[in-house]
């Protein structure tokens, strides 16, 4: 495949390819919590999240939501439909955990009593702020149909992930979407792994995302490979 370099983040690099409606995504090792300031590498999670990732758009597809996912290319690399990213990043929370506990002051743990979902301003330098439907619109982040329909998908993803998941006792906690235009319409992109999103076990709560990377709580690698056992029965090594 004829690629070339296009951006470099923090978990992935970009390249464009022959087919200006196709780019490829390869998944880092490379960690980084609290905006950059805590920066690491944990063991073969460009691979991991690159089979996470996929197992859930293609679970998400199945349900009707549209989505970048083409296929996957390499054990790191897949290929998606390139998105006009949309630079507002959506945030839905089952549980108060994270900012969210300190924010409102509730104990981590502790179930929201309605699923909340929150919007934030896709900016490094300024390190994601919160941001509302008019700031949005101020801002001309997004036009007011498409701030509808991201909020829409995602209630929908949770719905269909919460679901899915409680199989195989993982409790979805909270977890962040991007979204770009596609030809104009409104689809999910960027990754859904336990880089962004948080999965406790059901029963014994043990964190099986990137907080045990964030909090030092250890055998980070051993929760990125467990969530992969469970949705795919695979062992990595």
């Given at each position: 495949m004829d690629k070339k370099p296009m951006y470099e983040g923090k978990a992935k690099k970009m390249y464009t390819t022959e087919n200006p409606d196709e780019m490829l995504v390869y998944f880092k090792d490379d960690a980084t919590a609290f905006n950059g300031g805590k920066k690491g590498t944990i063991l073969n999670k460009g691979i991991l999240n690159n089979k996470i990732s996929t197992f859930f758009f293609q679970l998400l597809g199945q349900h009707g939501i549209p989505h970048h996912f083409i296929r996957t290319v390499s054990d790191r690399e897949m290929l998606v439909k390139a998105l006009k990213i949309l630079q507002v990043e959506v945030v839905v929370r089952n549980i108060a955990a994270g900012s969210l506990a300190k924010r409102i002051g509730w104990e981590e743990g502790t179930k929201l009593p309605t699923t909340v979902v929150e919007m934030y301003y896709k900016n490094d330098e300024l390190g994601d702020p919160l941001i509302n439907a008019s700031h949005i619109k101020a801002m001309g982040l997004a036009s007011e149909e498409q701030v509808k329909r991201m909020e829409e998908y995602a209630v929908k993803i949770n719905s269909i992930?919460?679901?899915y998941l409680k199989d195989k006792k993982i409790e979805l906690i909270d977890f962040k979407l991007?979204?770009?235009?596609?030809h104009g319409e409104v689809i999910l992109g960027d990754e859904i792994s336990p880089d962004t999103?948080?999965?406790?076990?059901?029963e014994t709560k043990q964190k099986l995302d990137k907080d045990r990377f964030r909090r030092d709580l250890g055998d980070v690698e051993g929760a990125y490979q467990e969530i992969l056992y469970r949705l795919t029965g695979?062992?990595?090594s």
């Open positions: 992930l919460t679901d991007e979204f770009g235009l596609y999103c948080r999965f406790w076990d059901s695979e062992k990595f």
